[in-house]
């Protein structure tokens, strides 16, 4: 079978590639800004990763879960908020109850630390809406970028893990669903 491209079939691909730019170019153009400022931080922290381990940035699903599970989720402990480090096992921690007694916790308490300081669903979810993100950014716009959509079955498994990891730790630790929500009295 021989495949010639004529004028025509060269005009439609054109037209095509064209139409797609354009409407990824309408797509971030008209997203809300603090989507922006949140997306770009987090696709530059994917790329600064990247560089560091690879000759391109493209993204793929295994590099996608790579960078999500080594950089973010596994090093979560050691570099959220104001936390200085996470207790190690061999620390004891005092607290003062109402009663003026000083408690401490050991090493049988360390898991409700550990789990109080780990970054949460939503968090996690957002870095992969990021770099999903930069991906059709590389599919449309500048980058050849050919591998399939990255968010495909081990991704949603391990968000699935993650989001089921959550809610038994917040339940183990009696948070409070509903914290942080309006109180309307009657």
């Given amino acids: 079978m ?4 004529n004028d025509n079939n060269l005009a439609n691909i054109l037209a095509e590639k064209t139409a797609l730019y354009q409407t990824q ?3 971030i153009e008209s997203r809300p800004k ?3 400022i949140a997306y770009q931080s987090k696709q530059l922290r994917y790329i600064q990763w990247c560089k560091k381990l690879y000759d391109d940035q493209f993204v793929s699903e295994s590099r996608l879960l790579r960078y999500i599970r080594e950089e973010i989720t596994d090093s979560a ?9 996470v207790p190690e096992v061999d620390d004891n921690i005092e607290s003062e109850s109402e009663d003026g007694e000083i408690d401490i916790l050991g090493a049988e308490d360390e898991n409700i630390l550990l789990n109080s300081d780990s970054i949460k669903f939503s968090s996690v979810k957002m870095h992969v809406q990021a770099v999903v993100d930069l991906w059709k950014q590389q599919k ?4 050849p970028n050919t591998a399939p959509h990255p968010r495909e079955n081990e ?3 391990y968000l699935r893990r ?5 809610c038994e730790n917040s339940k183990s630790n009696f ?3 509903v914290r942080g929500t309006v109180e309307v009295k009657i």
Wanted: hydrophobic share 20%.
């Fill in 155 to 157: 991704i949603k498994e």
């Fill in 175 to 177: 948070e409070d669903r």
């Fill in 140 to 143: 449309y716009l500048a980058f």
């Fill in 25 to 27: 170019r309408e797509r």
């Fill in 162 to 166: 993650l989001k089921k990891e959550e």
């Fill in 2 to 5: 021989n495949h010639t491209v």
């Fill in 34 to 36: 603090n989507t922006e």
């Fill in 77 to 85: 402990k050691l570099k959220r908020g104001r936390h200085s480090r």
